[in-house]
């Protein structure tokens, strides 16, 4: 567990467990943004989304920039170049940033007492979390659907 106050433990365990009672809103954002990547796709593509097409790499790439970034910037420019390539819909990107950047809010509820270095980490630590959270419903939706529909 990282400190999200550097040299405070106690205060940063205080907020590691105000951040995984957010957990349920987190996987529920996150099925919005599955729900809305297989609309886009649909939508775009004029086919269904399947296994064979899916967009679980392009996710995890921006899944693995968000383990790694110190900047919501930085994850939201990668969004838009992802989507710039046609990596991903841009319907979708446009919704991606909006309601991952959406998560300051959520972030300024568990610490509000806490300088803008903290807000910004547990913000990024939220929107690690959302984006794994889609990369498991996208997944679902593009290979568990199916199976359930009497596909492979």
Known sequence: MKLLIP???????RLWRQIEA???????TAQE???????????????TLSERDHKERQLRNIQGVAEQSTSWA??????????ARREIPKAWMERAV???GDLRAMARDIAPNEPEEV??????????????YTVRWHV?????EP??????
């Open 98 to 100: 909006e309601t991952l």
């Open 147 to 152: 199976q359930l529909r009497g596909g492979r």
């Open 119 to 132: 807000i910004q980490r547990i913000h990024l630590e939220l929107i690690r979390r959302v984006l794994g």
């Open 140 to 144: 679902w939706h593009a290979k568990g």
């Open 74 to 83: 930085e994850v939201e420019l990668f969004i838009r170049y992802q989507a």
């Open 7 to 13: 040299g405070d433990p106690k205060k940063s365990a």
């Open 22 to 28: 957010q957990e349920e809103k987190m996987v529920r």
């Open 33 to 47: 943004l599955a729900d809305q990547m297989k609309e886009a796709i649909e939508q775009e593509e004029r086919r």
